[in-house]
């Protein structure tokens, strides 16, 4: 696809599937709003994964050849999941999810209305919601990624109103999160960007902002 240049800072591909979404975007956050109904329009329902147990599918939900389900997963669509993905014991995919391939989606971890891009991991009681997660990017242990203020009011990054009451994190690729850290809603992340340590406050984070955290 041709690459919308505001997510140059983020990603180096988009998956080919999405980039009609990625393409009419004018700020990266607006990607998330259009997911569920997009997902809705174009998925084939189909299920080639390999099931270790009891495993819970509802809806409209896409399973490509190589991934390995355990037992105790709920999946709601409308959910892609691509090839060769691991998603581990009592793990929660809810639905407007698009997993893509090699992914790790571990045991007790939720993901929410999100998009993990090739060989992102949530791998250990992990809670993503409507975010975006980048290639190779990594959760550690108990890491959140945060998508609704106490306050309910629309979510602002930088003073720009997204317009969105529920919006996560975007972790541009290569990015990783120490355990137990908490992104608060509206952090965008640009490639590279490693971090452990306090609650972050929302906002655009470089690779060389300074983020040392407890590394």
């Known amino acids: 696809m041709k690459h919308n240049k505001i997510f140059e800072p983020y990603f180096d591909q988009i998956p080919e599937f999405l980039s009609p979404l990625f393409e009419q975007a004018r700020h990266p956050w607006q990607v998330l709003p259009l997911l569920k109904d997009f997902l809705k329009a174009n998925l084939k329902t189909k299920n ?22 355990e037992h105790g997963v709920m999946i709601k669509g409308p959910c892609y999941i691509g090839k060769n993905c691991r998603i581990r014991n009592s793990a929660y995919i809810r639905g407007g999810t698009f997993i893509d391939d090699d992914c790790v989606v571990g045991h007790a971890s939720e993901i929410k209305h999100s998009i993990l891009m090739k060989k992102a991991a949530c791998p250990h009681f992990n809670y993503a919601g409507d975010s975006i997660l980048g290639k190779n990017v990594n959760l550690g242990g108990g890491a959140i990624l945060a998508n609704l203020k106490l306050n309910k009011k629309n979510i602002k990054i930088g003073g720009v109103d ?54």
Do not use: H, M
């Open 48 to 69: 080639k994964a390999l099931k270790t147990g009891d495993v819970y599918i509802d809806g409209d939900v896409f399973i490509d050849k190589g991934t390995v389900i």
């Open 162 to 215: 997204t317009g969105l009451k529920k919006f996560g994190s975007l972790l541009g690729d290569d990015s990783q999160l120490g355990c137990n850290t908490v992104l608060n809603p509206g952090t965008l992340f640009e490639k590279n960007t490693i971090y452990s340590g306090k609650p972050l406050k929302s906002g655009f984070y470089k690779k060389d902002s300074g983020l040392k955290g407890f590394l």
